[in-house]
């Protein structure tokens, strides 16, 4: 059977390197079948974290990884609650202005 991750010990941007310094239980796999990075953690039982998102290592891995460490999850929900409000507020103005329209078309034609 064909093994489809390797870990990655470095890169020419020390990405790893870095993504070490966050936390020093992280790693980084390459997964050959599906040609993505993943992070994983030797502090967990199933060591894996996440898929990240790009093809490439570079800071936005690094990024992706200091936005999405468990000690940021107050503020990740934080800002989803945050979006979903305003979301929501956007649809109201919608769904009102849309009403008002109908309204004003239908004392028009009358």
Do not use: G
């Amino acid at each position: 059977m064909k093994r489809k991750l390797f870990e990655v010990d470095s890169d020419c941007l020390e990405i790893v390197r870095r993504i070490k310094e966050i936390d020093d239980d992280y790693f980084v796999m390459f997964d050959s079948e599906n040609h993505k990075f993943q992070l994983h953690s030797r502090s967990q039982k199933n060591t894996y974290c996440l898929t990240f998102p790009y093809d490439t290592l570079d800071e936005r891995a690094v990024l992706y990884v200091l936005k999405t460490r468990v000690q940021n999850s107050d503020k990740i929900f934080a800002e989803l609650e945050e979006q979903n409000r305003k979301l929501e507020e956007k649809k109201s103005k919608e769904i009102l202005n849309n009403f008002k329209e109908k309204l004003y078309e239908s004392f028009r034609h009358n």
